[in-house]
């Protein structure tokens, strides 16, 4: 069956989610507690059973993952990299975002006066209107980028 690489990473989380609900379950049902003289209720909990849907699940999130990566190595998107470099880069851009708007908030000067009266001058070594210039570059890059990524991943697909 053939499925876009958005199919496959939401197969994957419901897979994910499918799996928690039969540890939970799990959990509630391993063991069971009785006082002395009582007979212990029966569960309906088979281990075998438990560890073979475990196993069927992994083995197929494991599968689409594989297929997943080996997809995104090789895919490109309208940006010119492959689905891979633009995770990078994707994460590389947001981080550089998160400093220059950092840098983009402070004052060009700022004064205060020190705890012991002086007044003290803080000037910044670069232009912070040019920092609030090049966030906005970023955030539209990244806003490009994002979207290369999501075509890409509903556009490429993997059989499994």
Known sequence: MKICLSE????????????????????????V?????????????????????????????????HLTALANCTAMTDEGCTISEALVLL???NAEKVRVERLAAAEKL???ITPNGVLEYTVCNYDPAAAAA???????RI??????????????????
């Open 33 to 65: 507690s009785y006082k002395e003289g009582e007979q212990p209720v029966q569960v309906d909990y088979d281990y075998a059973k438990t560890r073979e849907e475990v196993k069927s699940i992994d083995d197929e999130v494991r599968n689409i993952r």
């Open 91 to 93: 994460a590389q851009l």
């Open 110 to 112: 700022t004064r205060r």
């Open 8 to 31: 496959g990473m939401k197969r994957v989380k419901e897979l994910n989610e499918r799996k928690s609900v039969i540890l939970i379950d799990e959990l509630r049902r391993m063991q």
């Open 134 to 140: 090049d966030c906005a570059e970023l955030r539209s």
């Open 143 to 160: 806003y490009r980028l994002q979207l290369a990524i999501d075509r890409a991943n509903l556009n490429t697909f993997i059989e499994v």
